[in-house]
């Protein structure tokens, strides 16, 4: 009997392998097994400074260095070629990315498709005919606030050489961007819970043309798109465009997509369907 695979989950921005406990607990008890990856700078290796906690002191936490400074997309891929390495000498890889950690994902299969035997992507960002900042101006964008953010922003990302988001903010604006963004279909302690799992810091690299979808390389894996229906962060109307876009790219190998039902963050809170949808892809 061939070996079943192994998931390995790739997490957004600011997120860690932490938001991911959940599902992989719904696939422990469906008998799958699975790794959730920290990319450089996150989790255990996040920076956490004293004036982050409370009483916190803004204009310290806006000068003080952060580990994630200088970290590279190219450093992402390396890491999750890392992990793969590992997890494929237990038999096939599944490569599942959330959000940001798409283009994470796209990259590594650009590399080294034979270490994936398929790559899913849920509501996760598969850049193919534009950069991903370039996705901004397209009208599948026009309702998302690109600035929500912005609100708890600490210090110059140019200055610090990341980006640092105060999530621990009480600022009612801020809070209600995020919820809107992130978690519009999730009570207040949800959210709020989900948002303590988040670190303040992120790097600034989301990849250049280099690393968009590659026919030659990553169109050779097979691939799934898992729409979130009511995402108010990366649209469906966008998603369903990377997938058109994806399938233009390489039509011998097309996407197979599938629907969840929620917003950016109710399949990690609320994961059985998404585990169930996983498990059903094991087989494939």
């Not at 790739?10 to 959730?36: C, D, K, M, N």
């Not at 003080?64 to 038999?91: C, F, Q, S, W, Y």
């Not at 490569?95 to 080294?112: D, E, I, K, Y």
């Amino acid at each position: 009997m061939p070996n079943p695979p192994t998931f390995v989950l790739v997490h957004g921005a600011f997120a860690t392998s932490f938001s991911f406990a959940p599902l992989q607990a719904e696939l422990a008890l469906l008998g799958h097994r699975s790794a959730a990856v920290d990319l450089p700078g996150h989790g255990f290796g996040a920076t956490y400074p004293a004036a982050y906690q409370t009483p916190q002191d803004l204009a310290a936490l806006a000068a003080e260095p952060g580990a994630i400074k200088g970290v590279t997309l190219a450093d992402n891929v390396a890491h999750v070629i890392e992990v793969l390495e590992r997890a494929k000498r237990n038999g096939p890889t599944i490569l599942v990315a959330h959000s940001r950690g798409g283009v994470t994902a796209t990259a590594v299969a650009n590399a080294r498709p034979d270490l994936i035997d398929r790559i899913v992507y849920v509501s996760a960002w598969c850049p193919v005919d534009l950069d991903v900042n370039d996705y901004y101006a397209e009208p599948e964008m026009a309702d998302v606030d690109a600035g929500a953010l912005a609100l708890a922003l600490v210090g110059n990302p140019a200055e610090l050489g990341l980006l640092r988001v105060n999530f621990r903010t009480a600022d009612a604006a801020a809070l209600a961007a995020f919820k809107h963004a992130f978690a519009a279909d999730l009570t207040d302690d949800e959210f709020r819970t989900f948002l303590n799992t988040f670190q303040p810091d992120e790097n600034l690299d989301v990849g250049t043309s280099a690393d968009r979808a590659q026919a030659a390389t990553w169109g050779r894996v097979p691939r799934t798109y898992v729409r979130l229906d009511a995402d108010t962060s990366l649209t469906p109307a966008l998603q369903d465009r990377m997938i058109r876009e994806a399938d233009a790219l390489t039509p011998d190998n097309p996407f197979d997509v599938r629907t969840l039902e929620g917003g950016h963050l109710r399949w990690l809170v609320r994961p059985k369907p998404a585990a169930e949808l996983l498990a059903g892809l094991a087989g494939l």
